[in-house]
T-cell receptor
Framework: DGGITQSPKYLFRKEGQNVTLSCEQN?????MYWYRQDPGQGLRLIYY???????QKGDIAEGYSVSREKKESFPLTVTSAQKNPTAFYLC????????????FGEGSWLTVV | QKEVEQNSGPLSVPEGAIASLNCTYS??????FFWYRQYSGKSPELIMF????GDKEDGRFTAQLNKASQYVSLLIRDSQPSDSATYLC?????????????FGKGTKLSVIP
């Protein structure tokens, strides 16, 4: 089936650890995105990529890193520099071009323990 | 900073009534508008998009757009308990080469049986 697969669905991180969230899509979309959602809040853009080997910072990129080595994959690393990482992380993708619909994966819950 | 404003709710309506969800946006150059539905603990799913002033109907859902007033709304007719969710309004960035969406914080809808 076509779609966006995020893993793991639930992840626990110890203080000082880096963790990587996986995102894979088979929709043949050029653009991919990472959003963060805190309880009762809207979605905030962390990073986005419009083409392989290129990505741009969103509104809250500090403490996060990404790579885009393949069209299908856009992993997000939450580094130890991110002081408040507990949140719901959403990967998304779309065709490029203004106004194209963004589709979301099922999300990953990250909790700091 | 582009802004998308929604009443946070909760908006409570009885089953069978019309639910009206509103959204205002700051970017006068925005050309398309999206409504997503997000159930608790799940990722957003697209309900409707609208590009032109006026109304667009899809089943029980009607999106209304007034670009002059920078206002977009979503009407849900014959509301069902299964419509209980948070509804997110999203507006693309009108900047050249930008494919980002700015999301409102969402309106929580509760349909009372």
């Amino acid at each position: 089936d076509g779609g966006i697969t995020q893993s793991p669905k639930y992840l626990f991180r110890k203080e000082g650890q880096n963790v990587t969230l996986s995102c894979e899509q088979n929709l043949n979309h050029d653009a991919m995105y990472w959003y963060r959602q805190d309880p009762g809040q809207g979605l905030r853009l962390i990073y986005y990529s419009q083409i392989v080997n290129d990505f741009q910072k969103g509104d809250i990129a500090e403490g996060y890193s990404v790579s885009r080595e393949k069209k299908e994959s856009f992993p997000l690393t939450v580094t130890s520099a991110q002081k408040n990482p507990t949140a719901f992380y959403l990967c998304a993708s779309s065709l490029t071009g203004a106004g194209n619909t963004i589709y979301f994966g099922e999300g990953s819950w990250l909790t700091v323990v | 900073q582009k802004e998308v404003e929604q009443n946070s709710g909760p908006l409570s309506v009885p089953e069978g009534a019309i639910a009206s969800l509103n959204c205002t946006y700051s970017d006068r150059g925005s050309q398309s508008f999206f409504w997503y539905r997000q159930y608790s603990g799940k990722s957003p799913e697209l309900i409707m998009f609208i590009y032109s002033n006026g109304d667009k109907e899809d089943g029980r859902f009607t999106a209304q757009l007034n670009k002059a007033s920078q206002y977009v709304s979503l009407l849900i007719r014959d509301s069902q308990p299964s419509d209980s969710a948070t509804y997110l309004c999203a507006v693309p960035d009108s900047g050249a080469g930008s494919y980002q969406l700015t999301f409102g914080k969402g309106t929580k809808l509760s349909v009372i049986p």
